[in-house]
């Protein structure tokens, strides 16, 4: 059974730091891309970081340098550093897998099948 359960989510102030964690089944864990998503209201989900099974990752633009990516093999963990967060990183913050393409690991939503419920990051001025 695919489950996905993120946490550490929260409320912080500009400039600050939060450590999210997606905690994956087995069967989630066998997909090689695990990617971090966000949505805020009103917008479309926005990818924002993807590491494969090999710790491959590759990061978004509007992100680099301030969050990164890592995982726990042994526990089936896929955690999202953030720091030097800004207000505009308020969002709902999602953990996806899915199987990879042809030409690696997507970076679209659509992608992934399968999703955690959400974490809310919100980040004040």
């Known amino acids: 059974q695919v489950q996905l359960v993120e946490s550490g989510g929260g409320s912080v102030q500009a400039g600050g730091s939060l450590r999210l964690s997606c905690a994956a089944s087995a069967s989630s864990y066998r997909m090689p891309c695990r990617a971090w998503f966000r949505q805020a209201p009103g917008k479309e989900r926005e990818w924002i970081a993807t590491?494969?099974?090999?710790?491959?990752?590759n990061v978004a633009n509007s992100v680099k340098g301030r969050f990164i990516v890592s995982q726990d093999n042994a526990k089936f963990t896929l955690d999202l550093q953030m720091n030097s967060l800004e207000p505009e990183d308020t969002a709902m913050y999602y953990c996806?897998?899915?199987?990879?393409?042809?030409?690696?690991?997507?970076?679209?939503?659509?992608?992934?099948?399968?999703w955690g419920q959400g974490t809310q990051v919100t980040v004040s001025s």
């Open positions: 996806a897998v899915t199987w990879p393409t042809t030409s690696g690991c997507a970076t679209k939503s659509s992608a992934y099948p399968y």
């Open positions: 590491i494969t099974r090999r710790d491959d990752t």
